[in-house]
T-cell receptor, first 119, second 110 residues
Framework: GAVVSQHPSWVICKSGTSVKIECRSL??????MFWYRQFPKQSLMLMAT?????????EQGVEKDKFLINHASLTLSTLTVTSAHPEDSSFYIC???????????????FGQGTRLTVV | DAKTTQPNSMESNEEEPVHLPCNHS???????IHWYRQLPSQGPEYVIH???SNVNNRMASLAIAEDRKSSTLILHRATLRDAAVYYC???????????FGTGTQLKVEL
């Protein structure tokens, strides 16, 4: 089946620095990818929809200048957490769905997640 | 987005069937019913989805009520590896986003 890969799996950074997380669709082209954030014991919260070749669409309350999303190719989207602070420590997960190819609905594939710890 | 309601947690014994309920009384006619599960420290994993008819695959079965206001995910023989948080999500067709609720934490015991 289709695979979505994230890198890195975990990262520790100093407060004030920026961190980039990559999300790749390995065997299909994804014009749209989704970025989620998950705090301990909580559900996934959608942050933004990443659109290839155009600006990302951010959910209400998510700062677009802090969470920079770039979807430069059909297989790669990146999320950059700028000027990270301890409260940004979380589990970040990306997702992509295969092109429908005429099918009415397709399953979503998720990356393995990236554990960000800001110290 | 239409909302789903699931029990916070359920328990099962290994090798027994598990029925995970989901209520979605405000479902629209075009909403698909998706189920995903998430093991600890991993991204969610697709389980099954359907629109109106019951669905079966190698992982589970999905029973959808005739009025579509509720559904049940059925794991026919639970194993320890099935211990996870199970999310019932309503989604539009195509590549639209999925909005997660709180899910059901399934505990499987020997």
């Amino acid at each position: 089946g289709a695979v979505v890969s994230q890198h890195p799996s975990w990262v520790i950074c100093k407060s004030g620095t920026s961190v980039k997380i990559e999300c790749r669709s390995l065997d299909f082209q994804a014009t749209t990818m989704f970025w989620y954030r998950q705090f301990p014991k909580q559900s996934l919260m959608l942050m933004a929809t990443s659109n290839e070749g155009s600006k990302a669409t951010y959910e209400q309350g998510v700062e677009k200048d802090k969470f920079l999303i770039n979807h430069a190719s059909l297989t790669l989207s990146t999320l950059t957490v700028t000027s990270a602070h301890p409260e940004d420590s979380s589990f970040y997960i990306c997702s992509a769905r295969e092109p429908t190819g005429g099918r009415l609905n397709t399953e979503a594939f998720f990356g393995q997640g990236t554990r960000l710890t800001v110290v | 987005d239409a909302k789903t309601t699931q029990p916070n947690s359920m328990e099962s014994n290994e090798e027994e069937p598990v029925h995970l309920p989901c209520n979605h009384s405000t479902i629209s006619g075009t909403d698909y019913i998706h189920w995903y599960r998430q093991l600890p420290s991993q991204g969610p994993e697709y389980v099954i989805h359907g629109l109106t008819s019951n669905v079966n695959n190698r992982m589970a079965s999905l029973a959808i009520a005739e009025d579509r206001k509720s559904s049940t995910l059925i794991l026919h023989r639970a194993t320890l590896r099935d211990a996870a948080v199970y999310y019932c999500i309503l989604g539009q067709g195509g590549g639209n986003k999925l909005t997660f609720g709180t899910g059901t934490q399934l505990k499987v015991e020997l």
